[in-house]
């Protein structure tokens, strides 16, 4: 199979782009825009790999989209493109609306024109909103409403209908997966974990939004890859699985952990002003996805978040190149008045 794998240059899309060249015969084609998320640094280890190849270009670019399909004609589009961070969103809702919505409207007319076996959408659990802190028998399973909080989480519902949409209406093949927080190498420092690694690592203090109670449900990357994997060769056309593994943690408890490994104190902590609309809580139920398609995650998050701390101390060039660049203006803009 030819699988084209959209904003592999990505946390998420990387780490899928290895899982396959190691797990699987296919061909993979990474095509991504290179915003600032993306990193040829990352994919340096699959250049030479005669099953891979990259293509830059952007998913909203109709004209470029169509070129790829009569180039390569895949079988599979597994697609990560998106801007991807909350608090971005919050400053530049319109960026997130053309990428994440039009984007995928975009990859999905090249299917119905030139035929596709299968279009996978990478969604999140972030489309079913948030739970209560003090409700914590609640979970989010299939069944859940559609309920967004961030321009970020609207968007990518909005891109989750568009693919039911084209599903039910053109008979696209479409599959749609809702993960919870991911973490692991390749992970872009604009995130809580990455970002609090590289800040102890550097002595600056780390900003934890509000009071630091928000719970996410913390799944290590490579589980995230075996499921999509999963999915794509045995999931059925139509269906929604949700993908976590049931590793619930306050952010504040994330932080301590990350200190505690590196061996520093916990005063390098700041609380900082809350995130505009921060949800509460997000945790998955993943029923569906073991039962009907056998996939259970392998790490347990206090091995995964060492491991992660791990990568972040063997791979310092590649954080210190992103967070000499443009990174510092971000950084002063988020965090300058917090
Ligand atoms: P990321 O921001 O690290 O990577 C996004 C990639 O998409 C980058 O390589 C970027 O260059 C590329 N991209 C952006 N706009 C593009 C465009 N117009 N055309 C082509 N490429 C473009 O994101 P990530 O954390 O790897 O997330 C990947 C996907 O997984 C996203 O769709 C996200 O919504 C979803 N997801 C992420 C998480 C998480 O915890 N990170 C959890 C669940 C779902
Ligand atoms: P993030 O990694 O941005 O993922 P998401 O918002 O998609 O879940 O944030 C994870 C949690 O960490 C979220 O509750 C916000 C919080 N957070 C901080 O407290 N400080 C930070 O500097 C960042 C980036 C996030």
Same mark, same amino acid.
């Given at each position: 199979?030819?699988?084209?794998?959209?904003?592999?240059?990505?946390?998420?899309?990387?780490?899928?782009?290895?899982?396959?060249?190691?797990?699987? #015969?296919?061909?993979?084609?990474?095509? #991504?825009?290179?915003?600032?998320?993306?990193n040829?640094?990352?994919?340096?280890?699959?250049?030479?790999?005669?099953?891979?190849?990259?293509?830059?270009?952007?998913?909203?670019?109709?004209?470029?989209?169509?070129?790829?399909?009569?180039?390569?004609?895949?079988d599979?589009?597994?697609?990560?493109?998106?801007?991807?961070?909350?608090?971005?969103?919050?400053?530049?809702?319109?960026?997130?609306?053309?990428?994440?919505?039009?984007?995928?409207?975009?990859?999905?007319d090249?299917?119905?024109?030139?035929?596709?076996?299968?279009f996978?959408?990478?969604?999140?659990?972030?489309?079913?909103?948030?739970?209560?802190? #003090?409700?914590p028998?609640l979970?989010?399973?299939?069944?859940?409403?559609?309920?967004?909080?961030?321009?970020?989480?609207?968007?990518?519902?909005?891109?989750?209908?568009?693919?039911?949409?084209?599903?039910?209406?053109?008979?696209?093949?479409?599959?749609?997966?809702?993960?919870?927080?991911?973490?692991?190498?390749?992970?872009?420092?604009?995130?809580?974990?990455?970002?609090?690694?590289?800040?102890?690592?550097?002595?600056?203090?780390?900003?934890?939004?509000?009071?630091?109670?928000?719970?996410?449900d913390?799944?290590?990357?490579?589980?995230?890859?075996?499921?999509?994997?999963?999915?794509?060769?045995?999931?059925?056309?139509?269906?929604?699985y949700?993908?976590?593994?049931?590793?619930?943690?306050?952010?504040?408890?994330?932080?301590?952990?990350?200190?505690?490994?590196?061996?520093?104190?916990?005063?390098?902590?700041?609380?900082?002003?809350?995130?505009?609309?921060?949800?509460?809580?997000?945790?998955?139920?993943?029923?569906?996805?073991?039962?009907?398609?056998?996939?259970?995650p392998?790490?347990?998050?206090?091995?995964g978040?060492?491991?992660?701390?791990?990568?972040?101390?063997?791979?310092? #060039?590649?954080?210190?190149?992103?967070?000499?660049?443009?990174?510092?203006?971000?950084?002063?803009?988020?965090?300058?008045?917090?």
């Amino acid at each position: 199979m030819k699988i084209v794998v959209t904003g592999g240059a990505g946390f998420i899309g990387s780490n899928f782009v290895y899982y396959e060249l190691k797990n699987s #015969d296919d061909e993979i084609i990474c095509y #991504d825009k290179l915003t600032y998320a993306g990193n040829l640094e990352t994919l340096k280890d699959a250049e030479n790999n005669p099953k891979y190849k990259f293509i830059r270009g952007s998913i909203s670019n109709r004209e470029r989209v169509y070129r790829l399909f009569e180039e390569e004609k895949p079988d599979v589009i597994v697609n990560f493109a998106a801007e991807s961070h909350v608090d971005r969103s919050i400053e530049d809702p319109e960026l997130f609306l053309r990428t994440n919505i039009i984007g995928t409207s975009v990859l999905l007319d090249a299917c119905k024109k030139y035929g596709i076996q299968r279009f996978h959408q990478v969604s999140t659990d972030e489309v079913y909103g948030d739970l209560p802190l #003090d409700r914590p028998d609640l979970f989010f399973t299939e069944k859940t409403n559609l309920h967004t909080s961030s321009p970020y989480s609207a968007s990518k519902a909005s891109a989750d209908l568009i693919v039911q949409a084209y599903q039910r209406t053109y008979k696209i093949p479409a599959t749609i997966s809702r993960c919870s927080n991911n973490y692991g190498p390749y992970h872009f420092p604009e995130k809580l974990i990455p970002l609090m690694i590289i800040n102890a690592l550097n002595g600056k203090k780390l900003p934890v939004y509000g009071t630091g109670e928000n719970v996410r449900d913390w799944l290590y990357v490579e589980d995230h890859c075996s499921a999509i994997d999963l999915i794509i060769r045995k999931g059925k056309v139509g269906e929604v699985y949700n993908v976590g593994g049931h590793n619930e943690k306050t952010n504040l408890e994330v932080v301590k952990t990350i200190l505690k490994i590196l061996g520093k104190g916990e005063d390098l902590i700041e609380f900082v002003t809350d995130r505009k609309g921060h949800d509460q809580r997000y945790a998955i139920d993943p029923t569906k996805i073991e039962t009907e398609l056998g996939w259970t995650p392998k790490t347990k998050f206090a091995d995964g978040i060492k491991k992660t701390v791990d990568w972040y101390l063997q791979n310092k #060039d590649w954080w210190e190149k992103i967070i000499s660049g443009e990174y510092q203006d971000y950084y002063a803009k988020m965090y300058g008045n917090r």
